[in-house]
């Protein structure tokens, strides 16, 4: 069985659907009295959204493309090639980057 690039991508979102795993904390925190905490898991539910659209977008352009990559290991920002001399989210030094070779 052939399958491709853009089927494999999909089946793993598809899977992990990570931003809704906030969903039934919302509805708990609320009818235990607790708005802002429903307020809370409502962004993160729109943060991971958009945070999955982003990487299903950036799986299947890099795909095909060669080369290594670095993870900030304090907020998770990938660089493709090469690292950065620090992290432009929080400063973390480059050196400190995991290498996924």
Known sequence: ???TVEEL???????????????????RAEEAGFPQLAKLFRVLVA???VRDTLLRQ???HHADLEGDYF?????G???HF???????VDETPGA???AIR
């Open 1 to 3: 069985m052939s399958v």
């Open 9 to 27: 991508v999909s089946a793993c979102f598809d899977e992990l659907q990570m931003g809704q795993r906030f969903v039934p904390y919302i509805r």
């Open 47 to 49: 943060s991971e959204t």
């Open 58 to 60: 950036g799986l299947l």
């Open 71 to 75: 993870v900030c290991p304090h907020c």
């Open 77 to 79: 920002l990938i660089f």
């Open 82 to 88: 090469e690292h950065p001399d620090q992290c432009p």
């Open 96 to 98: 400190t980057f995991i």
